[in-house]
């Protein structure tokens, strides 16, 4: 996947802090004991620098934030972030304090990295049903224009004024209808694309005068169907 150049920055960016990070804590500081809690600290802080790099790479690719990306309007990446930042503060005020327990030390950022990945996965799954969501609705709408793409395609066949008007009329219909479908609708929907493919072979083959009640026949089953998508939402 093609990743945005922000985002390549950003990974860049949240590796220098980590060096930095190491930089402060290892050299600049120097006399910190390295105790069993310091090293549990340590471990957690790895686990918040790689879950930031694997959240962005996971979640965002060269299009950037898109509304999908969002859990309850907030950035998923985001938590992420946070998270880096919360337990930044809690390692370091355990590694300050070398008589901290090694079991309290677990336990205080054992909880912090729960409510992160519970956050993390819930975003995660509404992700997906967005985007399952958002596959579904596109399908629905191509399904309107390609009926309305069938019928404009047909106006060359029609020698008739009366005919082509009615043909323009009943693809713009098509055009602008809900396009929004419900599973109860599939029978009339197909029922639909059988009357279009039906006209489309009248014009074909010359039988004209099929055509005019076949464009009305299929007006009045799209203005049902579309009274009947309004009811079922």
């Avoid at 402060?24 to 957690?44: A, D, E, K």
Wanted: proline share 3%; hydrophobic share 50%.
């Amino acid at each position: 996947m093609k990743m945005n150049k922000k985002y390549i920055l950003g990974a860049i960016g949240w590796l220098t802090g980590f060096l930095i990070y190491n930089l402060v804590l290892f050299v600049l500081i120097g006399g910190v004991q390295t105790t069993p809690s310091f090293w549990c600290s340590y471990l957690f802080v790895l686990v918040a620098f790689g879950m930031q790099l694997l959240v962005t790479f996971l979640v965002y690719g060269k299009n950037g934030i898109i509304p999908r990306d969002l859990f309850l309007g907030y950035p998923i990446s985001r938590s992420a972030g946070v998270y880096l930042v919360v337990e930044l503060v809690a390692a370091s005020i355990i590694m300050l304090f070398p008589a901290c327990d090694i079991k309290l030390a677990f336990v205080i950022q054992i909880l912090i990295l729960g409510v992160e990945i519970v956050f993390l996965v819930s975003g995660l799954l509404a992700k997906d049903h967005a985007e399952k969501m958002e596959e579904k609705e596109n399908q629905q709408v191509f399904f309107v224009r390609n009926l309305s793409t069938d019928v404009a395609a047909l106006l060359p066949y029609a020698q008739d004024a009366g005919l082509q008007k009615d043909l323009k009329s009943l693809a713009e219909e098509l055009r602008y209808s809900d396009p929004v479908s419900h599973e109860a609708l599939a029978q009339m929907e197909n029922y639909l694309i059988n009357q279009i493919a039906y006209l489309g072979a009248c014009l074909r083959e010359g039988r004209s005068q099929e055509a005019t009640p076949l464009c009305n026949d299929i007006r009045n089953a799209l203005k049902e169907r579309n009274a009947k998508c309004k009811i079922l939402k």
